[in-house]
T-cell receptor, first 114, second 108 residues
Framework: DGGITQSPKYLFRKEGQNVTLSCEQN?????MYWYRQDPGQGLRLIYY???????QKGDIAEGYSVSREKKESFPLTVTSAQKNPTAFYLC?????????????FGDGTRLSIL | KNEVEQSPQNLTAQEGEFITINCSYS?????LHWLQQHPGGGIVSLFM???GKKKHGRLIATINIQEKHSSLHITASHPRDSAVYIC??????????FGTGTRLQVFP
């Protein structure tokens, strides 16, 4: 079955360290997204990519970076510039041409600062 | 004010009760999703609506485009329905705007 794989499920980071969250999809979706969830808040868009080698900032991109070298992969790096990185991170994908019913979500990565 | 508002924020029910969760939005949308998030965090899409009503098992979702309102109903609720239910809209783009979620606990 096709889907989105996020790894790891739990991640711990020391202050000042960069850390990369993995997101892989085998759905052949062109668009991929990273969202962040904080307690009591709705998920917010960090970065998105609609095509390989191109990506756009979302609403809360500061302190994060992404790459889209392959269609199936959209890793998110949380840099030391992100002052409050502890959160739940969710990756999603969509086949834009096929409609919104193709929206898929990963199982998420929970990042904590030691 | 959030563009997507859900109510209630928290909901407790006894097994077998009929449950309604509401979602109101203030923007023009292309589609609305109802999502389920279990304690581990993973999110499952329950419904995608652009008009009318959909039913899947004990779950029913409705949307009223004119009133900018959607509801998720659970009939004969069960403890395994305990989760956070999230409303999310495609705001005329491929990106989603999420509500803050409704935490549902169903007790035996």
């Amino acid at each position: 079955d096709g889907g989105i794989t996020q790894s790891p499920k739990y991640l711990f980071r020391k202050e000042g360290q960069n850390v990369t969250l993995s997101c892989e999809q085998n759905l052949n979706h062109d668009a991929m997204y990273w969202y962040r969830q904080d307690p009591g808040q709705g998920l917010r868009l960090i970065y998105y990519s609609q095509i390989v080698n191109d990506f756009q900032k979302g609403d809360i991109a500061e302190g994060y970076s992404v790459s889209r070298e392959k269609k199936e992969s959209f890793p998110l790096t949380v840099t030391s510039a992100q002052k409050n990185p502890t959160a739940f991170y969710l990756c999603a994908s969509l086949n834009i041409g096929a409609g919104f019913s193709t929206q898929h979500f990963g199982d998420g990565t929970r990042l904590s600062i030691l | 004010k959030n563009e997507v508002e859900q109510s209630p924020q928290n909901l407790t029910a006894q097994e077998g009760e009929f449950i309604t969760i509401n979602c109101s939005y203030s923007v023009g949308i292309s589609a609305l999703h109802w999502l389920q998030q279990h304690p581990g965090g993973g999110i499952v899409s329950l419904f995608m609506l652009s008009s009318g009503k959909k039913k899947h098992g004990r779950l029913i979702a409705t949307i009223n485009i004119q009133e900018k309102h959607s509801s998720l109903h659970i009939t004969a609720s069960h403890p395994r329905d305990s989760a956070v239910y999230i409303c999310a809209v495609h705001y005329n783009t491929d990106k989603l705007i999420f509500g803050t979620g409704t935490r549902l606990q169903v007790f035996p």
